[in-house]
């Protein structure tokens, strides 16, 4: 038995007089890594926007954990559990990784030292660049302190803007990796990604988007294997 | 394929930039070296307590009153300055209305506080009140500002600044509905005079005395709550909305709430400032609150670094103490020579060739005199100009032309062209064009910025500025910008 853990149901979402999101909806279950696949400038991110609320929707309804949030704002939703890894990492450069790392509890009060632990047993190169400035980091590190930075708060979900993006190719087999491992350890997770190969090869489920719209779903190895979708995105 | 091994036997594939980072940190040459040595090796703490023992000794062992009202206005101007390195240095908001704060409060104590309007409030009343009210003012004026950023920001909090300023000079002549006189609140551009002098614990304040061992305490107070603030989350919230606010919200970070945030905090200590320093002035006028001021706190801010809390201390005393000693000349002559050596020993990179530049200018100079009294050009009387030590000592090597202004002007256009020039220039050039430069700045200064020493004034701190932003865009303390790449 499922439980869905986030809900989008029947989502418009505009920006100005453009209309990104048409009739959305999209679950995302407890425990579950799902996919959200398309191209540039489908609505991808301002899905994930419009999830963690830095966008509201005009009409249709968000839930989170069974509560209805389609009004609380980011602050709010973050508290709830989810948490974000920005498109390109968005880290604060001039602030040292730990305070990076601090930031990411800023809704729990002070960052408990058990999460820190946490993090720095997941990435242990972080330990010991604590202390550097996280704008000096490589890409490979600067990615690590994003998703550390995010589970700081301790989500139940969290949401992945385009993990790929701008790292090498084996920094995003690496990337994968990781995200293959949170979810072992039961975190949900809700992945966008145009490097559609990557993600289907670790998530649950998937969604394709274009132009605003669900044009298909389904059990990520039906979608690995759909005609059409390699022939888009597949690159097969 | 062939493997290329490297010395230190780099493996490939692996993130060795970032691996040596500790090594490959360089170390600057020089004088610069030694400021980023004792920046790095003094302590906080050691800082802070050198700067209590003097800031106590000064109170305690000087009895000049002129010094002690430097010391004074200094303080309010290094609290002032504190005040908007929260604004400004945390948040990231420009805040162009800052003063508007300062004065509001000024004007509150004057109001509550004099004969203008008869009240004489107790300070112990009147200053809490006045600050809770600055603060609140301050959040009124976060409100139509709190979703705007950089220079949109600027404009409307300059709009209210400068709404003040006309509010205060239009408010001698009010005519209530119903009431024939028209009532004078501000005293208009005449401002008010004769204010209550501050009385808490039973005591009645009395010299400058008394003020500057009240702002001793407000300072150290102020000082200990921004650097505690600037270290929990608060602070380093503060420091994501300045850095990315989008960012920032996304981490849960309410942006528009902490900008307000800071707009109240900023707002408070300005408005605590302006009690003070009415109090001090026994007096306040409008025009004391208007840009000028605004500018010179944030030069302090932008100077020592904005941000950083030394820093804004740095800042605060390099601007309020220069211009003071910038009105004598014998002071500024020594002050402007030592810039000019410490800048020429700077960009030397090196003690060599800042020996062989310094010769180089020397030699410089009796070259022009020798050739100038071989053609025995009109020169001004010695007695006439070389009238500090500096100067007395710098007749036997420089040349004086009769027509100081005529040749003054003629050097300072060739000055400026070859400063602006020595940025773009060769390095081969630069090492010949150094000296030269450092020659005819002493040369200008001694001929014609000497005698208008008001002009000068300006000119010297505006050079200062402009240099330290070349040569040091983060301010004297302030941490380097590392953009997230």
Not at chain 1, 20 to 36: A, D, F, M, P, Y
Not at chain 2, 157 to 174: A, E, K, N, P, R
Request: overall charge positive; some cysteine.
């Amino acid at each position: 038995m499922t439980t869905p853990l986030l809900t989008l149901e029947n989502v418009d979402t505009y920006y100005g007089a453009i209309h990104i999101l048409q009739n959305l909806s999209l679950t995302v279950n407890e425990g579950e890594l799902v996919c959200l696949l398309g191209g540039n400038a489908c609505g991808k991110s301002t899905t994930l926007k419009t999830a963690l609320g830095m966008v509201s929707p005009k009409n249709g309804k968000i839930t989170f954990a069974g509560e209805d949030v389609t009004n609380k704002n980011t602050s709010v939703r973050v508290k709830l559990g989810i948490a974000v890894v920005p498109e390109n990492r968005r880290l604060f450069g001039p602030m040292t990784v730990l305070e990076n790392l601090k930031i990411g509890a800023y809704v729990r009060g002070e960052a408990d030292p058990a999460d820190l632990e946490r993090v720095f047993e997941l990435f242990p190169k972080l330990k010991d660049r604590q202390s550097q400035l996280a704008g000096t980091l490589s890409g490979g590190e600067q990615q690590m302190v994003a998703v550390g930075r995010a589970l700081m708060s301790r989500p139940r979900l969290l949401l992945m803007d385009e993990p790929s993006m701008g790292l090498s190719p084996r920094l995003v087999e690496q990337s994968f990796e990781m995200i293959a491992g949170l979810h072992q350890q039961g975190i949900s997770m809700l992945v966008v990604e145009q490097n559609a190969n990557m993600a289907l090869s670790v998530a649950d489920r998937g969604y394709v988007l274009q132009t605003g719209r669900i044009v298909l779903e389904g059990k990520a190895s039906d979608l690995a294997g759909h005609e059409e979708l390699r022939r888009a995105y597949l690159g097969r | 394929m062939t493997e290329q091994t490297t010395p230190e036997n780099l493996g490939i594939g692996t993130d060795e930039w970032v691996a040596q980072h500790e090594k490959r940190l360089s170390r600057r040459a020089g004088l610069l070296g030694i400021v980023d040595f004792l920046n790095q090796k003094v302590s906080p703490l050691v800082r802070y307590l050198l700067l209590a023992i003097f800031a106590v000794g000064f109170g305690a062992l000087v009895h000049n009153l002129y010094l002690l009202r430097i010391a004074a206005n200094l303080a309010v101007f290094l609290a002032l300055t504190l005040g908007l390195n929260v604004v400004m240095g945390f948040a990231g908001l420009l805040d162009l209305g800052f003063v508007a704060f300062f004065g509001f409060g000024a004007y509150a104590y004057a109001l509550t506080s004099s004969a203008q309007l008869n009240q004489h409030w107790p300070t112990y009343l009147s200053v809490p009140a006045i600050v809770i009210t600055t603060a609140f003012l301050g959040y009124l004026v976060s409100l139509p500002s709190r979703r705007l950023f950089g220079d949109y920001l600027a404009i409307v909090t300059l709009f209210f600044g400068q709404v003040f300023i006309q509010l205060i000079i239009s408010s001698d002549s009010i005519t209530f509905p119903g009431h024939e006189d028209s009532v004078d609140i501000t005293g208009g551009s005449n401002g008010i005079p004769g204010l209550d002098q501050f009385k808490l614990f039973g005591y009645t304040f009395k010299t400058i005395t008394d003020y500057y061992w009240l702002l001793l305490v407000v300072v150290a107070l102020l000082l200990v709550a921004i650097t505690r603030v600037d270290r929990t989350r608060v602070g380093r919230a503060w420091r994501t909305v300045r850095e990315d606010p989008l960012a920032s919200q996304s981490m849960g970070i309410k942006v528009n709430n902490l900008k307000m945030l800071a707009f109240i905090v900023g707002a408070a200590i300005a408005g605590l400032c302006g009690t003070i320093y009415a109090a001090i002035q026994n007096a306040v006028f409008i025009n004391g609150f208007d840009m000028p001021l605004l500018t010179l706190i944030y030069a302090a801010v932008i100077l020592g670094g904005s941000g950083s809390i030394p820093g804004s201390i740095l800042g605060a005393f390099v601007m309020s103490v220069l211009p003071e000693i910038l009105r004598v000349q014998n002071y500024s002559e020594i002050l402007f020579l030592t810039v000019l050596i410490l800048a020429v020993a700077a960009l030397s990179k090196g003690w060599k060739r800042f020996g062989f530049n310094a010769s180089l200018v020397i030699l410089l100079g009796l070259l022009v005199k020798v050739i100038s009294s071989a053609l025995s050009l009109a020169t001004t009387p010695t007695s006439t100009w070389a009238v500090g030590p500096v100067s007395k000592a710098l007749k036997y090597w420089l040349l004086m032309p009769a027509n100081r202004i005529l040749w003054g002007n003629i050097a300072f256009v060739l000055l400026i062209a070859l400063i602006a020039n020595y940025s773009i220039a060769k390095e081969r050039v630069k090492f010949y064009l150094l000296p030269l430069i450092a020659f005819i700045a002493i040369f200008v200064w001694e001929v014609r910025l000497v005698i208008e020493p008001n002009t000068t004034r300006q000119l010297i701190i505006g050079m200062m500025l402009v240099v330290l932003m070349i040569v040091r865009p983060q301010g004297f303390l302030g941490k380097t910008r590392v953009e997230v790449l």
